[in-house]
């Protein structure tokens, strides 16, 4: 029989040391898109999906075969010009991308192969090989640690690649797995284990040897995240690795993880989508009449007028679409292709301005600006709903521990004493009693701390070497602590200082360090406790725990967390009640607080432990879920010893930043982890919660119909700010989420706390779908990811949680405090010049097909093309489009230091109010009166007497059409100097360049003796009465802007002096709008 076909379904099975066949995946990794032979056909076809390239192909094709009046160039070159662009903008991407593929497919790596170490390119590693690391280099692929040359069987590796955290983190060999590397026939096992998934810190498998029948558990050894060295981190402190390679090349969870997160569209292509409508709307409407008015005058005068010739059959299908279509390629023009190119010009100039802004640069983490969604630059200008964790962003994650309550007595850590404030008596470790000891030894005991520099390197020589005071004994220890969590170096540190110390691990022994310290003489009690299992924290745990065997063989097991999880699971007793008050009162003072406890083991209890957990460890599916639900079961009937309190001191000007981001019309919601009343007096420190402000509680509501009335109550009083827990937000979003957001968005702050990051989510979610808003998330940690990828606008913060929610947010920036200037300069610049830059293009669109769509009522409407082609190819991309572009890119209606001192100038952005259908209409106003003034000033010039050239000669076809696109150079680039409100020396001469540029241009192809241009222009520069008309026609068409620019100034705010009115009275009806 054959064998068994392999389901979707089936985990993998990987034979240790041993490939199975030829067809096993490779280690190789193309992030790239193209390749030679793809790159043309592929790269077109995605840019003809966008409709304007596909529109503009589609005329270009029609173009070769119906009308010859426009030559196909005209909408070809622009089309090429831009595609060519989009398409060497990607390839150079895509090149960079093949070249960093190159890189690591033939990097060389050692691997075990029928028992010899031989070298290869990293390209042919398959699963099941042996991969040796040594110290100091990257893991070529995800590999299950089974040899280090460690003491330990364990490696120090850095996972800066993964997740931007520069802390040394511990990966350990499978416990009681011999590995013999020199013996390739002696059995390794099989690692049986899931496929790859995306999560980092997720990993089910399990090893099987050659004993397991499948049916017994002594056979199998477990494998978890803690055995899994993945691609990417680099292996520090531990001279050699060898690991069994399970997941490789594009199956690598780092491989998964590398996602494109730039799927997100701004609100500001909904008004470009609007204003594109609107323009092939109306040249449809005016071909259609056009094209009418055409027929009329075939069937009546035509005939008429003989030496035109026999008249054409114009009711036949073919003369019917030809003649159509001749109008449809003549006015395509006043679509403008040319403006999505540029707009992505603006883009990467803009993020190359954030990213070189000096003011958004952190020397301490040296870490710039960066931009990962370049097309969502502009909407940093209209964001009015922010999202903000707290730990971490609005705070330094720095923490310190300050204070602490056991046995009913409130303690201020003082250096290395103990202050009772009450009483004013400090204690040290020697005059400390029973319970308050056992508090400490459960805070140095209960952690996954590690102390990298070894215990039995340089732990002996630092602690005899530093023998005079407590704080000094232990300083050279603590210095090596690493710690996953900010939280538990805060609290070793704390014990340390006060002189009880961690000073190490080995061979899961624990080795706790007294100091009964006085100042001539030192006592020193050693504590060694066995560490039989580590019950992880997770976020949806929020506590860890610790089993471990004391030097008597007591078996203890010590958990510490958040008080509203580890209470619920103490003995009922009069502490647990004082506790619970004292860490309302702590939470009260803004610090944050965590409950410790303990409970004892007895050997049957211990092994009944063991063997549900080993079970549970073992199996593929639902694992989490039963390891949960082991915990559970033995987390129970606890002894609390006490509580905890750390201070997070805020980031600087975190409350200036707040301050100002509400002045400019924000509603900020802060959704955070900690106790309400922590999160309260944060609030209060840092102005989220503006001074005076009543807040509205609404916490431990669950019921729904309690939930309405407690709802339409705070309706009721005109609420500013509203304050909600985790356990009510799970109720609102389930049973009334419409009304909670409708009650939410009418306060200026809203505070969210005691939330999974799933619930932040979730909030995100739920004003995002409401669509009149434009809502941007901060975060610094794991747990904001999602968080951030849901709303319009992600920011991440590179703090001391690592770079995981920088590297997959939109924005990242190194501290809260930048948030300012990103949104009130940046995102006001970005908004604004994308405006100008639309409605720009919109304009100089309309004067150009204005003319040509007036030259019909004068050519018997035979679509014919007033302007040379040479005008229509140059048009867009020399005679205006630099200095236009220049403009667009630079422009500043407010200096930086005025928006950042006048916030509310951020609000006049808001809603893309810049670019609505009014001022859409007003410009379009514009270019229509302007195209008139042009046609008609020129139609003026030549109807009577014709005789404008100084050798008495008289204008000629191309005559006409020169003038007119003379004044329309020429006004198009004069009116930048109208609009401008930023001008620079490099503005002026771009604008006077590009008109230069027309002259030369049209003056050189007027030299060419076969052209249509041949000497016309040579007698144009030559004829007094058009350079007249020049002249007078050019004021003529500013006019109106120069008057309105004079009144427009007379009206603006001056923020250097007195306010007006009027714009006071504007801004506050824009706050009731947001």
């Given at each position: 029989m054959g064998a068994k076909k392999k389901r979707p379904g089936d985990p993998l099975r990987i034979v240790i040391g041993g490939i199975l066949s030829k067809k096993q995946p490779r280690n190789r990794v193309t992030t790239t898109k193209y390749n030679w032979l793809t790159f043309l056909p592929l790269n077109f076809y995605d840019q003809f999906r966008r409709a304007v390239y596909f529109y503009f192909l589609i005329i270009t094709i029609i173009s070769f075969f119906v009308n010859d009046t426009i030559s196909p160039l005209v909408s070809l070159l622009p089309l090429l010009f831009v595609m060519v662009l989009t398409a060497l903008k990607e390839g150079l991407e895509d090149l960079s991308r093949a070249r960093s593929d190159k890189r690591f497919n033939t990097a060389k790596v050692s691997v075990i192969r029928n028992g010899k170490e031989i070298v290869i390119s990293s390209q042919f590693i398959v699963p099941g090989d042996l991969v040796v690391v040594t110290s100091g280099n990257d893991v070529p692929c995800d590999l299950v640690l089974l040899q280090s040359s460690g003491p330990e069987k364990n490696c120090f590796v850095i996972t800066a690649n993964l997740d931007g955290e520069t802390n040394v983190k511990t990966i350990f060999a499978p416990s009681n797995y011999e590995f013999l590397p020199g013996n390739p026939s002696s059995s390794r096992g099989t690692i049986v284990c899931e496929k790859s998934t995306p999560d980092l810190y997720s990993f089910n498998g399990?090893?099987?040897?050659?004993?397991?029948?499948?049916?017994?558990?002594?056979?199998?050894?477990?494998?978890?995240?803690?055995?899994?060295?993945?691609?990417?981190?680099?292996?520090?402190?531990?001279?050699?690795?060898?690991?069994?390679?399970?997941?490789?090349?594009?199956?690598?969870?780092?491989?998964?993880?590398?996602?494109?997160?730039?799927?997100?569209?701004?609100?500001?292509?909904?008004?470009?989508?609007?204003?594109?409508?609107?323009?092939?709307?109306?040249?449809?409407?005016?071909?259609?009449?056009?094209?009418?008015?055409?027929?009329?005058?075939?069937?009546?005068?035509?005939?008429?007028?003989?030496?035109?010739?026999?008249?054409?059959?114009?009711?036949?299908?073919?003369?019917?679409?030809?003649?159509?279509?001749?109008?449809?390629?003549?006015?395509?023009?006043?679509?403008?292709?040319?403006?999505?190119?540029?707009?992505?010009?603006?883009?990467?100039?803009?993020?190359?301005?954030?990213?070189?802004?000096?003011?958004?640069?952190?020397?301490?983490?040296?870490?710039?600006?960066?931009?990962?969604?370049?097309?969502?630059?502009?909407?940093?200008?209209?964001?009015?709903?922010?999202?903000?964790?707290?730990?971490?962003?609005?705070?330094?994650?720095?923490?310190?521990?300050?204070?602490?309550?056991?046995?009913?007595?409130?303690?201020?850590?003082?250096?290395?004493?103990?202050?009772?404030?009450?009483?004013?008596?400090?204690?040290?470790?020697?005059?400390?009693?029973?319970?308050?000891?056992?508090?400490?030894?459960?805070?140095?005991?209960?952690?996954?701390?590690?102390?990298?520099?070894?215990?039995?390197?340089?732990?002996?020589?630092?602690?005899?070497?530093?023998?005079?005071?407590?704080?000094?004994?232990?300083?050279?220890?603590?210095?090596?602590?690493?710690?996953?969590?900010?939280?538990?170096?805060?609290?070793?540190?704390?014990?340390?200082?006060?002189?009880?110390?961690?000073?190490?691990?080995?061979?899961?022994?624990?080795?706790?360090?007294?100091?009964?310290?006085?100042?001539?003489?030192?006592?020193?009690?050693?504590?060694?406790?066995?560490?039989?299992?580590?019950?992880?924290?997770?976020?949806?745990?929020?506590?860890?725990?610790?089993?471990?065997?004391?030097?008597?063989?007591?078996?203890?097991?010590?958990?510490?967390?958040?008080?509203?999880?580890?209470?619920?699971?103490?003995?009922?007793?009069?502490?647990?009640?004082?506790?619970?008050?004292?860490?309302?009162?702590?939470?009260?003072?803004?610090?944050?607080?965590?409950?410790?406890?303990?409970?004892?083991?007895?050997?049957?209890?211990?092994?009944?432990?063991?063997?549900?957990?080993?079970?549970?460890?073992?199996?593929?599916?639902?694992?989490k879920a039963l390891i949960a639900k082991c915990y559970e079961n033995v987390e129970i009937e606890l002894d609390l010893l006490g509580c905890t309190a750390l201070e997070d001191a805020l980031q600087d000007e975190v409350d200036a930043t707040l301050e100002a981001l509400q002045r400019a019309g924000l509603k900020i919601w802060v959704l955070t982890g900690d106790k309400v009343e922590t999160a309260v007096n944060i609030s209060l420190a840092c102005r989220h919660i503006p001074q005076n402000a009543k807040p509205h509680f609404i916490i431990q509501k669950t019921d729904k119909e309690t939930l309405i009335r407690r709802l339409e109550e705070i309706k009721t009083k005109d609420p500013e700010v509203l304050v909600v827990d985790g356990t009510t937000i799970a109720a609102l979003l389930t049973h009334l989420p419409q009304l909670f957001a409708d009650l939410a968005l009418r306060c200026r702050a809203v505070l969210c706390c005691r939330l999974s990051p799933l619930q932040k989510s979730e909030i995100v979610s739920l004003i995002k779908r409401r669509k009149k808003h434009i809502t941007a998330a901060i975060g610094d940690g794991a747990n904001d990811i999602s968080m951030i990828q849901e709303a319009h606008i992600g920011i991440g913060i590179a703090g001391r949680e690592g770079k995981q929610a920088a590297r997959c947010a939109d924005f990242s920036i190194g501290r809260f405090e930048m948030l300012r200037r990103l949104f009130l300069v940046h995102g006001h610049y970005n908004s604004q010049r994308l405006a100008l830059m639309v409605l720009f293009y919109c304009y100089k669109n309309i004067i150009i097909t204005g003319c040509m769509a007036l030259f019909q009522v004068y050519d018997l409407f035979s679509a014919t093309n007033v302007y040379n082609s040479l005008y229509l190819w140059l048009f867009d991309i020399v005679y205006i489009s630099f200095s236009f572009t220049y403009l667009a890119l630079t422009d500043k209606d407010y200096n930086e230091e005025t928006l950042l001192r006048h916030p509310e100038l951020y609000r006049k952005l808001a809603h893309n109010k810049q670019a609505s259908m009014s001022v859409f209409g007003l410009w379009m106003l514009n270019g229509f009166v302007q195209c008139f003034t042009i046609f008609f000033f020129a139609y003026a010039v030549l109807n009577n007497e014709n005789v404008v050239y100084s050798v008495g000669q008289t204008a000629s076809f191309q005559t006409f059409g020169t003038m007119l696109i003379t004044i329309i150079v020429i006004v198009g680039n004069l009116k930048l100097l109208l609009i401008s409100r930023y001008m620079t020396h490099i503005n002026i001469v771009l604008i006077f360049v590009s008109i230069a540029a027309f002259i030369l241009t049209t003056f050189l192809y007027n030299l060419y003796k076969g052209g249509e241009l041949y000497d016309v222009y040579n007698q144009f520069l030559a004829s007094l009465p058009l350079w007249i008309y020049t002249i007078i026609c050019s004021a003529a068409c500013l006019l109106p802007d120069l008057v309105v620019k004079v009144i427009r100034d007379m009206r603006r705010k001056t923020y250097n002096g007195n306010e007006t009115e009027s714009d006071d009275k504007i801004y506050e009806h824009d706050g009731e709008k947001v």
């Amino acid at each position: 029989m054959g064998a068994k076909k392999k389901r979707p379904g089936d985990p993998l099975r990987i034979v240790i040391g041993g490939i199975l066949s030829k067809k096993q995946p490779r280690n190789r990794v193309t992030t790239t898109k193209y390749n030679w032979l793809t790159f043309l056909p592929l790269n077109f076809y995605d840019q003809f999906r966008r409709a304007v390239y596909f529109y503009f192909l589609i005329i270009t094709i029609i173009s070769f075969f119906v009308n010859d009046t426009i030559s196909p160039l005209v909408s070809l070159l622009p089309l090429l010009f831009v595609m060519v662009l989009t398409a060497l903008k990607e390839g150079l991407e895509d090149l960079s991308r093949a070249r960093s593929d190159k890189r690591f497919n033939t990097a060389k790596v050692s691997v075990i192969r029928n028992g010899k170490e031989i070298v290869i390119s990293s390209q042919f590693i398959v699963p099941g090989d042996l991969v040796v690391v040594t110290s100091g280099n990257d893991v070529p692929c995800d590999l299950v640690l089974l040899q280090s040359s460690g003491p330990e069987k364990n490696c120090f590796v850095i996972t800066a690649n993964l997740d931007g955290e520069t802390n040394v983190k511990t990966i350990f060999a499978p416990s009681n797995y011999e590995f013999l590397p020199g013996n390739p026939s002696s059995s390794r096992g099989t690692i049986v284990c899931e496929k790859s998934t995306p999560d980092l810190y997720s990993f089910n498998g399990r090893i099987e040897m050659d004993s397991f029948d499948g049916t017994d558990e002594f056979g199998v050894l477990p494998l978890t995240i803690d055995n899994l060295l993945l691609r990417g981190v680099r292996v520090q402190g531990t001279d050699q690795v060898i690991g069994c390679a399970i997941y490789t090349g594009m199956q690598t969870k780092l491989q998964l993880n590398s996602r494109y997160t730039g799927n997100k569209s701004a609100s500001s292509e909904v008004y470009i989508n609007k204003f594109m409508v609107v323009l092939i709307v109306g040249m449809i409407l005016v071909v259609t009449v056009l094209y009418l008015i055409q027929r009329h005058m075939e069937s009546k005068i035509v005939p008429t007028i003989p030496y035109l010739g026999p008249p054409t059959n114009f009711n036949s299908a073919w003369k019917i679409f030809e003649d159509f279509l001749s109008f449809l390629l003549l006015f395509n023009y006043m679509v403008p292709i040319s403006a999505y190119m540029n707009i992505e010009v603006y883009r990467v100039f803009g993020s190359y301005f954030m990213q070189h802004d000096l003011h958004l640069y952190d020397s301490e983490s040296d870490q710039p600006c960066e931009v990962n969604t370049s097309n969502l630059n502009e909407e940093l200008g209209q964001v009015n709903i922010l999202f903000s964790d707290k730990t971490g962003t609005l705070t330094k994650n720095i923490m310190k521990f300050v204070k602490c309550y056991v046995s009913g007595r409130n303690f201020h850590l003082q250096g290395a004493k103990l202050l009772l404030p009450e009483t004013g008596e400090q204690l040290d470790m020697a005059s400390l009693g029973d319970l308050e000891n056992t508090f400490l030894e459960a805070l140095t005991v209960c952690h996954t701390v590690e102390v990298h520099k070894g215990l039995g390197e340089s732990s002996s020589e630092s602690l005899q070497s530093v023998v005079q005071r407590s704080l000094l004994i232990n300083h050279g220890i603590v210095e090596n602590y690493q710690a996953s969590s900010p939280d538990e170096k805060a609290l070793l540190e704390g014990c340390a200082n006060l002189g009880i110390a961690f000073v190490g691990q080995k061979k899961n022994v624990l080795y706790i360090r007294k100091n009964f310290c006085g100042v001539e003489d030192s006592t020193f009690e050693d504590l060694r406790f066995e560490r039989l299992h580590v019950l992880e924290f997770s976020s949806e745990r929020k506590r860890m725990s610790i089993i471990v065997k004391d030097q008597t063989g007591s078996i203890w097991l010590y958990s510490k967390g958040a008080e509203n999880v580890i209470f619920p699971r103490c003995k009922p007793s009069l502490q647990l009640d004082e506790t619970n008050d004292q860490v309302t009162k702590y939470a009260k003072e803004g610090l944050r607080t965590l409950a410790v406890a303990r409970r004892s083991l007895t050997e049957e209890e211990f092994s009944k432990f063991e063997a549900q957990y080993k079970h549970a460890n073992t199996q593929l599916s639902n694992r989490k879920a039963l390891i949960a639900k082991c915990y559970e079961n033995v987390e129970i009937e606890l002894d609390l010893l006490g509580c905890t309190a750390l201070e997070d001191a805020l980031q600087d000007e975190v409350d200036a930043t707040l301050e100002a981001l509400q002045r400019a019309g924000l509603k900020i919601w802060v959704l955070t982890g900690d106790k309400v009343e922590t999160a309260v007096n944060i609030s209060l420190a840092c102005r989220h919660i503006p001074q005076n402000a009543k807040p509205h509680f609404i916490i431990q509501k669950t019921d729904k119909e309690t939930l309405i009335r407690r709802l339409e109550e705070i309706k009721t009083k005109d609420p500013e700010v509203l304050v909600v827990d985790g356990t009510t937000i799970a109720a609102l979003l389930t049973h009334l989420p419409q009304l909670f957001a409708d009650l939410a968005l009418r306060c200026r702050a809203v505070l969210c706390c005691r939330l999974s990051p799933l619930q932040k989510s979730e909030i995100v979610s739920l004003i995002k779908r409401r669509k009149k808003h434009i809502t941007a998330a901060i975060g610094d940690g794991a747990n904001d990811i999602s968080m951030i990828q849901e709303a319009h606008i992600g920011i991440g913060i590179a703090g001391r949680e690592g770079k995981q929610a920088a590297r997959c947010a939109d924005f990242s920036i190194g501290r809260f405090e930048m948030l300012r200037r990103l949104f009130l300069v940046h995102g006001h610049y970005n908004s604004q010049r994308l405006a100008l830059m639309v409605l720009f293009y919109c304009y100089k669109n309309i004067i150009i097909t204005g003319c040509m769509a007036l030259f019909q009522v004068y050519d018997l409407f035979s679509a014919t093309n007033v302007y040379n082609s040479l005008y229509l190819w140059l048009f867009d991309i020399v005679y205006i489009s630099f200095s236009f572009t220049y403009l667009a890119l630079t422009d500043k209606d407010y200096n930086e230091e005025t928006l950042l001192r006048h916030p509310e100038l951020y609000r006049k952005l808001a809603h893309n109010k810049q670019a609505s259908m009014s001022v859409f209409g007003l410009w379009m106003l514009n270019g229509f009166v302007q195209c008139f003034t042009i046609f008609f000033f020129a139609y003026a010039v030549l109807n009577n007497e014709n005789v404008v050239y100084s050798v008495g000669q008289t204008a000629s076809f191309q005559t006409f059409g020169t003038m007119l696109i003379t004044i329309i150079v020429i006004v198009g680039n004069l009116k930048l100097l109208l609009i401008s409100r930023y001008m620079t020396h490099i503005n002026i001469v771009l604008i006077f360049v590009s008109i230069a540029a027309f002259i030369l241009t049209t003056f050189l192809y007027n030299l060419y003796k076969g052209g249509e241009l041949y000497d016309v222009y040579n007698q144009f520069l030559a004829s007094l009465p058009l350079w007249i008309y020049t002249i007078i026609c050019s004021a003529a068409c500013l006019l109106p802007d120069l008057v309105v620019k004079v009144i427009r100034d007379m009206r603006r705010k001056t923020y250097n002096g007195n306010e007006t009115e009027s714009d006071d009275k504007i801004y506050e009806h824009d706050g009731e709008k947001v």
